[in-house]
């Protein structure tokens, strides 16, 4: 009897072992998971807003410490570098169309840019940001002549050159296009987010 009772606890002090191991394996993981969530859901809950349009907050020039960091600055925190910021409304101090839609779209760059830390889950959280707002600034800017209508060449030249413009500021170092490199070699498949510009349009004058 005493050494079938040895044997129980014994067999017990095994499976608890066991079941305390474990818990500690999976901390990690759950720790990661929920860190992973709550980033695509700031990601994905991160907006342009209409403050941003108008400059009613903008951020003094960085300048040379724009470039020492990938990040840079974002003094005003709103997401967008301040660099970039300051020479989209630079470009195009007459049109906040304009403005609104390279704002968001170098608000989704930057988020690329600024992740705490990286994994598939949250890289395409940020690149399906940057697709819709890469259609945000060609809907907008370069609207189609009707819904069904293919763009013409000419057309997919302005979007890009709007794009482009974005880009060049945006990855202006060889470190940030680097970065930028790595970080898509991070990507899995993906579905598209609706295509809607942050900032309705219609309460826009010019």
């Known amino acids: 009897m005493k050494l079938f009772k040895k044997i129980i606890i014994r ?12 818990v500690i394996y ?3 993981h759950v720790i990661k998971k929920s860190k992973t969530e709550e980033l695509v859901a700031k990601i994905h809950n991160t907006k342009l807003v209409m ?3 108008m400059g009613k907050n903008l951020p003094p020039d960085p300048g ?5 960091t990938v990040q840079g600055i974002d003094a005003n925190q709103n997401g967008i570098r301040d660099d970039v910021e300051l020479a989209i409304f630079k470009e195009y101090p ?4 304009t403005r609104a839609a390279l704002l968001q779209y170098a608000l989704a760059l930057q988020m690329e840019m600024s992740q705490s830390f990286l994994n598939t889950e949250v890289v395409i959280a940020a690149i399906q940001e940057a697709s819709r707002a890469n ?3 060609a809907d907008t800017l370069v609207p189609r002549k009707s819904p ?3 763009r013409e060449y000419s057309d997919l030249e302005k979007i890009d050159k709007y794009i482009d413009f974005v880009e060049k500021k945006q990855l202006n170092t060889d470190e940030r296009k680097r970065f930028r490199k790595e970080f898509y ?17 219609s309460l826009l004058v010019n």
């Open 11 to 22: 067999a017990v002090l095994v499976i608890v072992i066991l079941f305390i191991g474990l």
């Open 26 to 28: 999976r901390i990690p």
């Open 51 to 53: 403050d941003d349009v």
């Open 64 to 68: 040379m410490e724009a470039d020492k």
């Open 94 to 97: 007459n049109s906040a169309k």
């Open 135 to 137: 259609i945000c600034v």
């Open 148 to 150: 069904e209508s293919a």
């Open 185 to 201: 070699k991070k990507i899995g498949s993906y579905n598209s987010l609706p295509h809607v510009c942050d900032i309705d349009y």
